[in-house]
Nanobody, 126 residues
Framework: QVQAVESGGDLVQAGKSLTLSCTIS????????LGWFRQVPGKERSMVSC????????YGDSVKGRFSISRRGTGADSINLTMNSLKPEDTAMYYC???????????????????WGPGTLVSVSP
């Protein structure tokens, strides 16, 4: 069973930084692409950032230059998302997932999870 657990969300003021962590258990290979997604009530989940098996990184337009994705530990199943210069519009529930390739991660399709994890809430005040 493949499951994701996210942590690190908090209430912060605009302009501050925050680092989220994710661990995905049950993966059977070490070459998956891993990614962060976010969702606000009433809107679809959207891709924030992905990292490929050789650490190529991808970012959504709204977070480029402010957010950074990285692998943690051995890197096969754990990632961080460092968020700088946070804005109120970054307020959302953040989720992570694994994918067979970078294209699937970028498009948020065919995730290798039995279900989305609980997520971690990031709230940014003005």
């Amino acid at each position: 069973q493949v499951q994701a657990v996210e942590s690190g969300g908090d209430l912060v003021q605009a302009g501050k930084s925050l680092t989220l962590s994710c661990t995905i258990s049950g993966l059977t290979r070490d070459d998956y692409s891993l990614g962060w997604f976010r969702q606000v009530p009433g809107k679809e989940r959207s891709m924030v950032s992905c990292i490929g098996p050789i650490d190529t990184t991808y970012y959504g337009d709204s977070v480029k230059g402010r957010f950074s994705i990285s692998r943690r530990g051995t890197g096969a199943d754990s990632i961080n998302l460092t968020m700088n210069s946070l804005k109120p519009e970054d307020t959302a529930m953040y989720y992570c997932a694994a994918f067979y390739n970078e294209i699937d991660c970028f498009n948020g399709v065919y995730k290798i999870l039995d279900a989305w994890g609980p997520g971690t809430l990031v709230s940014v005040s003005p």
